[in-house]
T-cell receptor, first 111, second 112 residues
Framework: NAGVTQTPKFRVLKTGQSMTLLCAQDMNHEYMYWYRQDPGMGLRLIHYSVGEGTTAKGEVPDGYNVSRLKKQNFLLGLESAAPSQTSVYFC??????????FGDGTRLSIL | DAKTTQPNSMESNEEEPVHLPCNHSTISGTDYIHWYRQLPSQGPEYVIHGLTSNVNNRMASLAIAEDRKSSTLILHRATLRDAAVYYCILRDPNQAGTALIFGKGTTLSVSS
């Protein structure tokens, strides 16, 4: 049972570089989310999607872009990475008001 | 979303019951009480949720106060694998698709 799969698991970037984090879910869920978690803190929502082709901003969207071209995939992009974006990124998916299923995270360091 | 208050940390011994409290005095009539936990180096994991009545599943039990201003997550026999951060979160199903609001949660330590 794959559930929610995040790629890559670890990445180190230099300031100003760009990259894309991939989230894939095999549960046919309508809703997908990107969160970030900083040390000792709870998760904060970056962007989310309520269906294929739709995206919306969360609590901390600045510096990130997202796309949901296929129902099963939700991509998170960093156009110009900054040290403040060093964090652990979690993707989740769900159906409507059902519990969210999370991936194991992507640990991103920006030097 | 209404706010929840949890103790920062709790300790337990293996095979003993654990009661994790959560206060949510401003809960609305439509808010469900959800619990998630996060094991070290993993993403959060759903544990249980309820509205008014006590709930049981294979992982835990949820006891909800009659006035719904507080609830308690009960782990009947703690194991070392239950050491995690436990989050109490309120969700309104009428706002389906919105984010879970994570506070700092309760860090549960389990000793053998």
């Amino acid at each position: 049972n794959a559930g929610v799969t995040q790629t890559p698991k670890f990445r180190v970037l230099k300031t100003g570089q760009s990259m894309t984090l991939l989230c894939a879910q095999d549960m046919n869920h309508e809703y997908m989310y990107w969160y970030r978690q900083d040390p000792g803190m709870g998760l904060r929502l970056i962007h989310y999607s309520v269906g294929e082709g739709t995206t919306a901003k969360g609590e901390v969207p600045d510096g990130y872009n997202v796309s949901r071209l296929k129902k099963q995939n939700f991509l998170l992009g960093l156009e110009s990475a900054a040290p403040s974006q060093t964090s652990v990124y979690f993707c989740a998916s769900s159906d409507a008001d059902q519990p969210q299923h999370f991936g194991d995270g992507t640990r991103l360091s920006i030097l | 979303d209404a706010k929840t208050t949890q103790p920062n940390s709790m300790e337990s011994n293996e095979e003993e019951p654990v009661h994790l409290p959560c206060n949510h005095s401003t809960i609305s009539g439509t808010d469900y009480i959800h619990w998630y936990r996060q094991l070290p180096s993993q993403g959060p994991e759903y544990v249980i949720h309820g509205l008014t009545s006590n709930v049981n599943n294979r992982m835990a039990s949820l006891a909800i106060a009659e006035d719904r201003k507080s609830s308690t997550l009960i782990l009947h026999r703690a194991t070392l694998r239950d050491a995690a951060v436990y989050y109490c979160i309120l969700r309104d199903p009428n706002q389906a698709g919105t984010a879970l609001i994570f506070g700092k949660g309760t860090t549960l330590s389990v000793s053998s």
